[in-house]
C-alpha cells in the first residue's frame, strides 16, 4: 500500500534558482564569447580557460578550507571568471589572468560570506585591483586577430587623446582593440535580447545606463562636436555595453526597487561620462559600476516604496 | 611579571589584536625598513613615557592626567624625531610626519591610561616594552609582506626571481589595507589553532 505522504506549504516550486540564473547569464554571454575568440583567437580561448578555472578553483578550495558546502555546481564562480576574462586586455599574462580570478573569488565574494553577501562585482573588482597592480600591462591592447606584438588605442583612447572616431562599422562588428568581450556590439545586443525575453535581468538598468551616456554625449557632442565623441561612438565604444547588460544588472550588486535601479542606472551614466570627458582615463564604466555598487545599500533604502495606506513619517 | 611582557607580544598584539595605532600601520609599511624604524621609534617613546609616568603616577591629579601624559609622550616624541633627524636623515625624511604623529598614538596613550597609570614602574616598564616590540614586529611583518610583493625586495635586498613584475597596489594604501585584513585573518586562523590545542 502506498503510503500518504504530507508535505507542509509551499508545494510548487518555480524553476527558477542560482543554477538557472547563471546558465541564463552565460548562455546570453555565449555571442560575446565568440566574437572575443573569432578576433582575438588563442589569447581569447586561454584567458577565458584560466581565468574561469582559477575562479572555480577558488572557490572550491575556499569552500573546503571554511567547511562550508561546496557549491561550484550553481556556476556562479565560474560565471565571474568568464566575465572577468571578457574585461581583459587579450595580450595579459596568464598568471595576471589566474591572480585576478582568485582575487574576484576570494576578495571579491567570499570573505563577505559568499554568494548573496558581497558588496562590488567581483569581476568588476578583480579588474580595479588589476588596474592598481599591473597598470602597464592593463593598458596595452593588441588588434584583434592575433597579432600581439602590435599594440594599438582602444577606440576611446583614439577619440580622447587624437579625435580620431573608429567606423561605426568596425564598433559594431567588433573589429576594433579593447578588452575581450566588450568589442563586438552586436554579440553584446544579442545577449541582451535573450536575458530581457528569458526575464533574467530587469531593462531599467541597460536603458538608464545606456540612455544617460546616449543623452549626456549628445549634450557634449552638440557643444562641441570636434573634441567630444558622437553619442553613437560613445555608447557602441569602450565596456559600456558589457558593463551595462553584464555587470551593472549582476542580482547580488544592484538595488532591489524599481526606483533604486533607474537611479543606479543614471548613476552608471553619469559618472561614466565625468570620467570618459573629464577624467584622467579614456573609460570611466568599470569605476562608474562600482562607486554605484557601494550606493547601492543606500539607493535601496532611500528608494524604498511606500506602504499602501500609510502617511508619510515626516 | 613575564606575563605583563609576554602579552604585548601575542595574546594583546597592539595591531592585530588591538587594532591600534592604525595610521602609521598603514601608512609607513611600504618597506620593511620603514616599519622597523617606526617600530623602534615608537617601542623608546612608550617605554620612556611610561616609566616617567608610572613614577609620578601619584602626583598627577586625575582630572588633569590626560594633558599631564600626553606632554610627557610629546617630549620623548621630540627627542625620537630629533634623534632620527640628526643621525637617519634619509629615512627621517622618509617617514615625514608621521614620526611627529607619533604623539598621537593611541597605543601609547592606551598603555598609560590603561596600564602605567595603576601600577608599579616595573611592570609598566615591562608591558610597555612587550607593547612596543609587539608594534615593531607587526610593522615588520606588514612592511615585509608589501616590500616583498610591491617592489620584490626584503631590506632592500632582492628576493624574487629575474623579471619580477612589482605588485603597485601593494605600496599604495589600498595594498596596506588588503594586507592587513589579511594578516589579521591569518593571526586569528593561528591563534584559534594554538588555542584549541
Given at each position: 500500500m502506498k503510503k500518504l505522504s504530507i508535505n507542509i506549504s509551499p508545494h510548487i516550486f518555480s524553476p527558477v534558482d542560482t543554477r538557472y540564473m547563471m546558465k541564463g547569464v552565460f548562455l546570453a554571454l555565449i555571442p560575446a564569447v565568440g566574437a572575443s575568440i573569432f578576433?582575438?583567437?588563442m589569447q581569447a580561448i586561454s584567458l577565458l580557460i584560466v581565468s574561469a578555472f582559477g575562479a572555480t578553483l577558488t572557490e572550491l578550495v575556499l569552500q573546503k578550507l571554511r567547511g562550508r558546502k561546496v557549491r561550484i555546481n550553481d556556476y556562479s564562480a565560474f560565471l565571474t571568471g568568464v566575465l572577468l576574462a571578457l574585461v581583459l586586455p587579450p595580450s595579459l599574462p596568464l598568471w595576471m589572468a589566474f591572480l585576478g580570478s582568485v582575487f574576484a573569488v576570494a576578495l571579491g565574494k567570499e570573505v563577505f560570506?559568499?554568494?548573496g553577501c558581497n558588496i562590488f562585482n567581483p569581476a568588476l573588482l578583480a579588474r580595479a585591483f588589476l588596474m592598481a597592480t599591473f597598470p602597464v600591462h592593463l593598458t596595452t591592447w593588441s588588434n584583434p586577430v592575433g597579432v600581439d606584438t602590435v599594440t594599438a588605442a582602444t577606440p576611446l583612447a583614439l577619440a580622447k587623446f587624437e579625435h580620431i572616431i573608429a567606423p561605426y562599422l568596425n564598433l559594431i562588428e567588433g573589429n576594433v582593440?579593447?578588452?575581450l568581450g566588450e568589442t563586438s556590439a552586436i554579440a553584446l545586443l544579442i545577449g541582451l535580447v535573450f536575458l530581457l525575453r528569458k526575464k533574467i535581468i530587469d531593462h531599467r538598468i541597460p536603458a538608464a545606463f545606456i540612455g544617460t551616456v546616449a543623452v549626456f554625449s549628445t549634450i557634449t557632442h552638440l557643444v562641441a562636436p570636434g573634441t567630444f565623441s558622437s553619442p553613437i561612438a560613445n555608447v557602441l565604444s569602450g565596456g559600456l555595453l558589457?558593463?551595462?547588460?553584464?555587470?551593472a544588472t549582476d542580482p547580488v550588486t544592484s538595488p532591489v526597487t524599481v526606483k533604486g535601479r533607474w537611479i543606479f542606472g543614471i548613476g552608471c551614466g553619469l559618472i561614466t561620462m565625468l570620467i570618459r570627458i573629464w577624467g584622467?582615463?579614456?573609460?570611466?564604466v568599470m569605476y562608474s559600476i562600482l562607486l554605484m555598487n557601494a550606493l547601492t545599500p543606500l539607493i535601496n533604502r532611500a528608494s524604498r516604496p511606500k506602504r499602501f495606506g500609510v502617511a508619510n513619517a515626516r | 611579571m613575564i606575563k605583563d611582557f609576554v602579552k604585548g607580544l601575542w595574546r594583546e598584539n597592539p595591531v592585530f589584536v588591538q587594532v591600534l595605532g592604525m595610521c602609521p600601520t598603514l601608512a609607513v609599511t611600504?618597506?620593511?625598513?620603514?616599519g622597523l624604524s617606526m617600530g623602534l621609534a615608537t617601542t623608546f617613546v612608550i617605554v620612556s613615557s611610561v616609566v616617567v609616568i608610572s613614577t609620578i603616577r601619584k602626583l598627577v591629579p586625575e582630572q588633569v592626567r590626560i594633558p599631564m601624559f600626553t606632554v610627557i609622550i610629546a617630549t620623548f616624541v621630540t627627542a625620537a624625531d630629533y634623534f632620527l633627524k640628526a643621525n637617519f636623515f634619509e629615512i627621517s625624511k622618509a617617514l615625514g610626519p608621521y614620526i611627529p604623529l607619533i604623539v598621537v598614538n593611541c597605543v601609547i596613550l592606551g598603555r598609560a591610561e590603561a596600564f602605567a597609570s595603576k601600577h608599579g614602574v616595573a611592570r609598566s616598564f615591562l608591558d610597555a616594552f612587550g607593547m612596543g616590540i609587539g608594534f615593531t614586529c607587526a610593522l615588520v611583518v606588514l612592511g615585509a609582506v608589501r616590500e616583498v610583493l610591491g617592489a620584490g625586495t626584503v631590506f632592500g635586498y632582492p628576493v624574487m626571481w629575474e623579471g619580477f613584475t612589482n605588485w603597485i597596489v601593494m605600496v599604495m594604501p589600498a595594498g596596506a589595507f588588503i594586507?592587513?585584513?589579511?594578516?589579521?585573518g591569518v593571526f586569528n586562523i593561528v591563534d584559534k589553532r594554538v588555542k584549541s590545542k
Open positions: 578576433f582575438f583567437r560570506g559568499g554568494l582593440s579593447g578588452s558589457l558593463g551595462a547588460i553584464f555587470m584622467g582615463l579614456p573609460e570611466g | 611600504t618597506k620593511c625598513v620603514f594586507t592587513l585584513g589579511l594578516l589579521v
